[in-house]
Each structure stands twice: as C-alpha cells, then as structure tokens.
C-alpha cells in the first residue's frame, strides 16, 4: 500500500516543511472554515499520493488535494483540475494491460500535462491564480504531483515509451517556459505575473528529466525545491500585502510598500531572485545542473534555460521595484511590517534557499538516488 524509499521520504518531509511554512505566513481569513480545509486536504491527499505503492492510491491522494476544488465560481481551474483527474483513472485502470500500454501512457502524459499547465493546456493557471486563495494554491501546485506521477509509476512502468516520448514532453515545456517569460515581460497585475512565474519556471522540472542524464535528472529535482519554496515565498509575501492594503490590487503603478514593509521587501527580492538562479542561491546550482546535463543529451535545453530565466529575471525585477519602490513613504499607507509568525515562516525559506545554495552538498545527495534510478531506467540498463 505505501513504499515509504527515498524519493517519497524526501517528498514528504519537503512538502511538510511547505505546508507549515504556507500555514504560518497564511493571513487569518485564509485560516478560517473553508480555507482551513483547503489546507488540510491539500496535505493528507500529496502525503498520500507520495507514499503510494500502487497507482490507485496515488489516485485516491490526487482526488483528495483537488475535493475542494469541486465547487466554485472560476470554471476554468475546476475544469482543468477535473479534466485532469480523468486521463490519471483511464492510465490506471489500463496500466497492466500490456496490449493497452500506448494508451496508458498517453493518458497518463495528458494528465501530467494539464496538472503542470504546460502549453497549450495552460490556460487555467492563471485564472486560477487571479482568483482562488493563494496560500492553498501554492500548495496545489508545488506539489508537483504531476512530475512526482512521471518519476513514481510513469518512467518505471513505461521505459521505451517515456525515453522515447519524453523529448516531446520536453519541447512542450521549454516551449511553456519561453512562452510565459515573454509573457510576463508586458503584463502588469501582479497575480497573473506571480502565475507566469510559476509556469515558465516549474516547466524546467519537466524538461530537465528529458536530459536522461544524471547530472541534469538532479538538476530538475533540485529546482523542484527552489520552485516549490521560493514561490511559496513570494505568493506567501504578496498575499500578507494583500491582506494589509487594498490598494495593491485596485491601484496600478508604483506602490512603494517597502517604505514601511521593508523586512517583507528583503524576503520577497530574496525568495525571487533564488528562483531565477542568482549566484550563491539553490536556484544557481539547480540551473547549473540543469543546463550541464543539458550540454551532454539535450541542447535546445541549453539554450531555452538561460533565455527565460533572463526575461523571468527581468519580470522579477519589475515586479520588485512596482510593488515596494517608487513612492515617498509619506505617500504609502502605514501598513505593518513582518509579524512574528511571518518572520519564522519567510525566514525558514531563506535559509533552505541561500544556505542550500552555499552548501549544496547535502541537498543533492538526498536527490541522487533518484536520479540514478531514472537515469537507468531511461538508458535501457
């Protein structure tokens, strides 16, 4: 019933560590009645799904962390997350019938493809996004249930059909990537620039496990880390100053909040700038792993890697400046800065980011494991 090996134990710590840290730095109406159950949903149904032994049970966590989702007013997101949920059933149901195998696996692509948002199956991202409390969606998404399917019970299942498949995947999510950077560089609210983030970033976890290299296998499953803490961070952040001023979303242009916020300021530029991949941060040694094992088996890799992570910088940058510079602070509404429990949370983040980045020893032997075992299995050994 549960294969409690490496790859689950490092999940479910990491995921733990997430959801403690969304918790705390959550403003208190995201806490309440239905946002509570939200958050608690999103936990048991990925713990679930991570320590899964067999696809139904990885089933049965999937539905559990998208339940809360069945009802709402955006159609889109329930749609997609919906849609998702069928491909995953028809893969399991069929996964050992061997004269079923090609059908199963495209399934099973399909479903990952739509949990991921990966072009042109994107679309409900960003409407989630502007829409739905971002402290359980955070979580919904840095799951990354969907890469965790194609690591679990795709590549091990389906060998020949992922090693020879995976370079397809691989082309949709550079595309993904390249796509929403260009994207971000002219939108303007700041929702839907966190949502572009999210979406060219976290598509490198995917293209990096077409590499079929150890070096760049490890490389995606490190920057799952940095997408999945960093972003928390930075929704995390963005969320405490929607809950402090109304202002930041019904107000364009320069907002200059760090005028009297600037320990939220420090944390968000941190937290940004580790997602794409400043020196001396766990988002430059990911990018580096990613773009060397991208030289051996997976040029275009080498050359998509460096040309979003610069527009993500950019997009990054401006919504820097726009949301805590510009302003004299005796035009920025007096709004409070860090409290206790934020300050723990956000700290807890830049520590794993910059130290990680610093020491990255130790993170990478707890990645290596997997990434041998799928190295192998994409080889043919």
Same mark, same amino acid.
């Given at each position: 019933?549960?294969?409690?090996?490496?790859? &689950?134990?490092?999940?479910?710590?990491?995921?733990?560590?997430?959801?403690?840290?969304?918790?705390?730095?959550?403003?208190?109406?995201?806490?309440?009645?239905?946002?509570?159950?939200?958050?608690?949903?999103?936990?048991?149904? !990925?713990?679930?799904?991570?320590?899964?032994?067999?696809?139904?049970?990885?089933?049965?966590?999937?539905?559990?962390?998208?339940?809360?989702?069945?009802?709402?007013?955006?159609?889109?997101?329930?749609?997609?997350?919906?849609?998702?949920?069928?491909?995953?059933?028809?893969?399991?149901? #069929?996964?050992? !019938?061997?004269?079923?195998?090609?059908?199963?696996?495209?399934?099973?692509?399909?479903?990952?493809? #739509?949990?991921?948002?990966?072009?042109? $199956?994107?679309?409900?991202?960003?409407? &989630?996004?502007?829409? #739905?409390?971002?402290?359980?969606?955070?979580?919904?998404?840095?799951?990354? $249930?969907?890469?965790?399917?194609?690591?679990?019970?795709?590549?091990? &299942?389906?060998?020949?059909? &992922?090693?020879?498949?995976?370079?397809?995947?691989?082309?949709?999510?550079?595309?993904?990537?390249?796509?929403?950077?260009?994207?971000?560089?002219?939108?303007?609210?700041?929702?839907?620039?966190?949502?572009?983030?999210?979406?060219?970033?976290?598509?490198?976890?995917?293209?990096?496990?077409?590499?079929?290299?150890?070096?760049?296998?490890?490389?995606?499953?490190?920057?799952?880390?940095?997408?999945?803490?960093?972003?928390?961070?930075?929704?995390?952040?963005?969320?405490?100053?929607?809950?402090?001023?109304?202002?930041?979303?019904?107000?364009?242009?320069?907002?200059?909040?760090?005028?009297?916020?600037?320990?939220?300021?420090?944390?968000?530029?941190?937290?940004?700038?580790?997602?794409?991949?400043?020196?001396?941060?766990?988002?430059?040694?990911?990018?580096?792993? #990613?773009?060397?094992?991208?030289?051996?088996?997976?040029?275009?890799?080498?050359?998509?890697?460096?040309?979003?992570?610069?527009?993500?910088?950019?997009?990054?940058?401006?919504?820097?400046?726009?949301?805590?510079?510009?302003?004299?602070?005796?035009?920025?509404?007096?709004?409070?800065?860090?409290?206790?429990?934020?300050?723990?949370?956000?700290?807890?983040?830049?520590?794993?980011?910059?130290?990680?980045?610093?020491?990255?020893?130790?993170?990478?032997?707890?990645?290596?494991?997997?990434?041998?075992?799928?190295?192998?299995?994409?080889?043919?050994?």
């Amino acid at each position: 019933m549960f294969r409690l090996d490496s790859l &689950a134990l490092v999940s479910m710590g990491s995921f733990v560590i997430l959801w403690a840290i969304s918790v705390a730095a959550a403003p208190r109406r995201d806490r309440e009645q239905s946002g509570l159950w939200e958050l608690i949903c999103l936990l048991a149904g !990925t713990l679930m799904a991570y320590a899964a032994a067999d696809i139904y049970m990885f089933l049965a966590g999937w539905l559990l962390t998208v339940w809360p989702y069945r009802r709402g007013d955006q159609l889109r997101p329930r749609l997609a997350l919906a849609a998702a949920t069928v491909p995953l059933a028809v893969g399991a149901a #069929l996964l050992t !019938t061997p004269e079923y195998s090609s059908i199963a696996f495209g399934a099973f692509v399909l479903a990952i493809l #739509l949990r991921k948002g990966i072009f042109p $199956l994107h679309f409900w991202t960003l409407d &989630a996004f502007e829409h #739905l409390r971002l402290p359980a969606l955070a979580l919904l998404l840095n799951s990354h $249930l969907g890469g965790y399917l194609l690591i679990r019970f795709v590549i091990p &299942a389906f060998p020949a059909l &992922a090693a020879e498949w995976l370079p397809v995947v691989s082309w949709l999510a550079l595309s993904t990537s390249v796509l929403m950077a260009v994207a971000g560089l002219a939108e303007a609210q700041p929702r839907r620039i966190l949502g572009l983030l999210w979406l060219s970033q976290g598509s490198f976890v995917l293209a990096g496990l077409a590499t079929k290299t150890q070096e760049g296998i490890t490389g995606a499953l490190i920057h799952w880390w940095v997408v999945a803490f960093a972003m928390t961070g930075l929704i995390s952040v963005y969320r405490s100053l929607e809950a402090r001023t109304s202002s930041i979303r019904s107000r364009s242009g320069f907002q200059g909040l760090g005028a009297h916020a600037p320990r939220l300021a420090v944390f968000f530029g941190v937290c940004g700038f580790a997602l794409v991949g400043l020196p001396g941060t766990l988002g430059f040694v990911a990018e580096d792993l #990613l773009f060397h094992g991208a030289l051996k088996a997976h040029p275009l890799l080498g050359v998509a890697l460096p040309l979003a992570t610069a527009l993500n910088a950019i997009t990054m940058l401006r919504l820097f400046v726009t949301l805590f510079m510009g302003r004299r602070a005796i035009h920025v509404p007096k709004i409070p800065d860090a409290l206790p429990a934020e300050r723990i949370a956000f700290t807890a983040v830049v520590v794993l980011l910059v130290f990680g980045g610093l020491a990255p020893a130790l993170l990478i032997a707890l990645r290596d494991p997997s990434a041998v075992a799928l190295a192998r299995l994409l080889s043919g050994q």
